[in-house]
């Protein structure tokens, strides 16, 4: 039997997670807006049951387990220790906070709560994530020492008035940047030095930022994100046996190929995509560990959330990106 869910945000990316959890016939029983008209338009779309017109009600719901919190950025943090100190679970969106000192505040509840908390980066998840650290694990294509991945999308104020609001946490960094970031750190570790530069607009966020991340034993990663032009939202692991590709859109359920170091195709990964987006695999992975009684996720733990914020607080400070409650 499933855990019984609420969600807390009804903008899109919850009508998307909304719609692969009725696939993988996960139980939503109540949705929290700060708009009752929302919530209860989300409810009637969605199938359910207990509608709550402020996030206070959602977390005091005796009839919830664990919440899955989709709200803007700059409230991730306000949210999820909402819910961590009412008792819930939570499955938190990505970026999992502003900063690594917010994180580290739900790092610091959820362990005194003793409640699960993770944050929602569901392509780890899938099965073409799977396939490809399979294939790391293996030795295919040897000692990976180089990682480029690129999030690029055009998202003008006109599609994404939130992506081009400071105050609200925007910026090409912790939506798209986060995707890359985490790739990177999971396939080569954390880095012993992070460089950037970026490119800022005239209200203070990144357009565009590239990043590097150094090694001491001489790998590096190179990324990209970007959010006035469309890129190939692509990423490739060098080896020193070989490399793989992965095809448009990596943190997606995609394609890749295998090379060894004469470009030979070693292997070439084309499994059908999965049900929906595949964000149910996480809520699904979740769960698991709750009914194993973790609070943290082996494969997604709030450790490296901690230490994935402070890359991008590092990264903020080389491009200068200040957010306006921090000393300016």
Request: proline letters at 4%.
């Amino acid at each position: 039997m499933s855990l019984r869910w609420g969600y807390m945000g009804t903008g899109r990316i919850a009508h998307v997670v909304a719609e692969d959890f009725k696939i993988a016939g996960l139980t939503i029983q109540a949705v929290g807006s700060r708009n009752l008209d929302s919530a209860q338009a989300f409810a009637e779309k969605h199938g359910i049951a207990d509608v709550h017109g402020s996030y206070e009600d959602l977390v005091a719901n005796p009839n919830i387990d664990i919440v899955y919190i989709s709200t803007l950025n700059y409230v991730h943090a306000e949210n999820a220790l909402l819910a961590i100190n009412a008792g819930k679970h939570v499955l938190l969106e990505k970026p999992f906070t502003m900063d690594a000192k917010q994180a580290l505040k739900i790092q610091k509840a959820a362990r005194e709560k003793n409640v699960f908390v993770m944050e929602a980066m569901w392509t780890r998840f899938l099965p073409s994530m799977d396939a490809i650290f399979d294939v790391l694990k293996k030795g295919t294509i040897g000692k990976p020492h180089m990682v480029m991945a690129d999030h690029s999308q055009y998202l003008p104020p006109s599609v994404s008035t939130r992506m081009w609001d400071l105050h609200t946490g925007g910026g090409a960094l912790l939506d798209l940047g986060i995707y890359p970031i985490s790739f990177a750190a999971r396939v080569l570790g954390l880095p012993d030095e992070v460089l950037a530069v970026g490119r800022l607009a005239f209200e203070g966020m990144d357009e565009a930022t590239s990043i590097i991340f150094n090694y001491e034993d001489g790998s590096q990663a190179a990324l990209t994100t970007c959010m006035t032009v469309a890129g190939p939202v692509t990423a490739t692991i060098l080896g020193d046996k070989g490399s793989i590709e992965i095809d448009n859109t990596f943190y997606a359920q995609t394609t890749f190929t295998v090379y060894d170091n004469e470009r030979n195709v070693l292997l070439r990964y084309d499994t059908p995509p999965v049900p929906g987006t595949g964000r149910q695999l996480q809520a699904l992975h979740a769960e698991k560990c709750i009914a194993d009684g973790l609070i943290e996720s082996p494969v997604m733990s709030v450790e490296e959330s901690v230490d994935l914020m402070q890359i991008m607080d590092d990264v903020r400070l080389e491009i200068g990106v200040v957010w306006d409650y921090e000393d300016q």
